[in-house]
């Protein structure tokens, strides 16, 4: 039962072939047995999860309307408050921490009756790209344990590729949700910026962050992107617009007449052979299914990385000014006249992990008097031309493509100690938060020399997050019938049953 | 190409609010070293005639009713609270007692 797809599942529950709190009990009693090995999870709500399933089921029993995904279990990434549930950002500075209100995210999830299973494990505040960041210790990757999940969004894409979750959401500043889905072969898509509320996700960068749908297939992907999405007034940057229509998108998977623009700039040198050889297959495969495949480019991509660890540490020096150690989370020092200042600083020191200091006084440094123009202000320049890029790209096609990640899998701890090696992975993720607009993960198929998963990127424009629906959806449905089942059953076993 | 010593980090962090250690303030001069260098190239392409742009939406003054909402009460707010008093936050003295 854990394996199958959250549409699948919806299904048996509709039909009273299972109820709610068996399918969460399963998912729970597969936690217990995998999560030690993977720690996709920092906090396991045990007792929520099965209240909220059986209310789902009582609902159902009573004849209420339910919607399509009342009653499946879900992880929540760490950086969205949910109220009385711990919330850490997988950082020291918030241990313990019991929001006392539900993000809009939470709220949408809550009203659709999913089941929220627990809080998932991530690189601190979000910062990172292997989850090693994270205070709590690394998630381990279920294709092989040794290995990164990915990061941020690690503990999420973790969770799903080890059936510990069918649905999962993740949070997308620089790739957070897309890279963790291509090294797990699991899918996962950041929507147009504002298309979902960032009303409750703890900000690290605010014009790039971007709470999106992580599953195990496009539909799962699609229904979950329904349920959360939505203008809020509580979020002044939310789009007042109807929600793209992306579960009849990935229904029905057409990709006739549809034109793919492969990104000239984000391939080749610096690619892994086998990440290029599955992104070759996969452009043959939505050719035969229909779609016309045209090289499109966009020359300023190649400043987009410089750009992003500008802008996005220079907003989280800001965003990050709120853990003052006065109104929650941790305070040291508090002795008897000690002042505010001192207390901030000694609070600051222990509560803060390594990488998110470095970027907290690179912002710092980025923003300063003197220097503001020469890196703030140029980066905001770099943010025009690759926005201008995609524009003139998108006159040409309805998609653009590209590998998500430029390598599989890296060791846990193998580029731990160099920044820039390990800012590299996000390559070709970040181009799209620079620009706001949407962009999607899912799996091409295992690299030949390592047997480690592949992802393919898709990206749309502003508020067209359907047309990457229908492509993946399309791939998806012509790789299935080429596997014959999913990639994810190549995965090895994490021991116990099935 | 700028790079910055040892005390200029040392601000930086006073600045951020975080008391480093000799060594943190060590290591992050070596890696800004790099970082700064990686990051610079942006100016190659910033010319004056390019637009910055500070966000993916075309947004302006997003205006709501000025009404009263549902809220936290006193208590929520002060859950997280390190140390409260009187309904209020507690916090450590802010000027200093010759002030």
């Known amino acids: ?498 | 190409m700028s790079s910055l010593s040892r005390d200029d980090v040392a601000n930086l962090a006073r600045l951020a609010r975080i008391e480093m250690t000799d060594e943190e303030l060590e290591n992050l001069t070596t890696e800004f070293g790099v970082i700064l260098n990686a990051v610079a190239r942006v100016q190659e392409v910033a010319t004056t005639d390019v637009a910055a742009t500070s966000h993916p939406l075309p947004l302006k003054n997003i205006f709501r009713s000025d009404v009263v909402i549902p809220s936290l009460t006193p208590e929520e707010a002060l859950s997280g609270a390190p140390a409260s008093e009187e309904q209020r936050f507690r916090v450590p003295q802010i000027l200093g007692e010759e002030a």
């Open chain 1, 1 to 498: 039962m854990i394996k199958n797809s959250a549409a699948e599942m919806s299904a048996a529950l509709s039909s009273g072939a299972t109820t709610s709190v068996a399918l969460t009990q399963a998912h729970l009693d597969r936690i217990s047995e995998v999560d030690g090995k993977v720690h996709a999870f920092l906090y396991v709500d045990t007792q929520g999860a099965l209240e909220q399933a059986k209310k789902i089921d009582d609902a159902r029993a009573r004849g209420e309307k339910l919607g399509p995904l009342a009653g499946v279990p879900l992880a929540l990434k760490d950086v969205l408050v949910q109220k009385d549930v711990p919330t850490t950002c997988g950082s020291k500075i918030l241990e313990g921490w019991r929001p006392p209100y539900d993000s809009t995210v939470v709220a949408n999830l809550k009203n659709a009756g999913v089941v929220i299973l627990g809080k998932t494990n991530m690189d601190e505040f979000a910062m990172g790209s292997s989850t090693e960041n994270s205070a709590y210790g690394p998630t381990h990757n279920p294709w092989d344990l040794t290995r990164i999940p990915g990061g941020s969004g690690g503990g999420s894409s973790a969770a799903l590729a080890a059936f510990e979750a069918p649905l999962a959401i993740g949070t997308d500043t620089g790739g957070s949700i897309r890279q963790p889905a291509a090294v797990t072969g699991t899918v996962g898509v950041k929507p147009t910026y504002g298309g979902v509320s960032r009303y409750g996700l703890v900000a690290f960068s605010s014009s790039l962050d971007q709470a999106g749908p992580c599953a195990r297939t496009v539909l799962d992907t699609a229904l979950l992107h329904e349920v959360i999405a939505g203008h809020d007034p509580r979020d002044s940057t939310s789009i007042n617009a109807p929600v793209p229509q992306v579960v009849a998108a990935a229904k029905s998977g057409d990709v006739k007449a549809m034109k793919i623009g492969v990104v000239k700039e984000l391939n080749g040198d610096g690619y892994q052979a086998g990440v290029r050889q599955r992104f070759e297959e996969s452009l043959e495969l939505l050719a035969k299914a229909g779609a016309e495949i045209v090289e499109v480019s966009a020359p300023n991509f190649e400043y987009a990385l410089a750009a992003y660890y500008l802008i996005a540490p220079s907003e989280c020096s800001s965003n990050l000014a709120r853990f003052d150690a006065m109104r929650y989370g941790l305070r040291v020092g508090d002795t008897d006249g000690a002042s505010a200042e001192s207390v901030m600083n000694m609070t600051r020191e222990v509560g803060f992990g390594r990488e998110v200091k470095r970027r907290i006084l690179l912002g710092t440094y980025a923003l300063s008097s003197g220097y503001y123009d020469a890196y703030y202000g140029s980066a905001q320049k770099v943010r025009t031309l690759i926005t201008q890029d995609f524009n003139k790209a998108f006159e040409k096609c309805d998609v653009m493509v590209s590998p998500t990640c430029p390598t599989t899998a890296f060791k846990i701890g193998e580029k731990a100690d160099d920044p820039l090696a390990m800012y590299l992975n996000d390559i070709a993720t970040i181009p799209v938060n620079m620009a706001g607009i949407g962009g999607m993960s899912l799996p091409s198929g295992v690299a030949p020399e390592d047997g480690l998963p592949v992802g393919f990127q898709i990206m749309s424009p502003v508020m067209q997050d359907q047309r990457m629906y229908s492509v993946g959806a399309a791939l998806e449905a012509a790789l299935l019938s080429k596997w014959g089942s999913p990639l994810l059953s190549q995965a090895p076993e994490l021991g116990g049953a099935a």
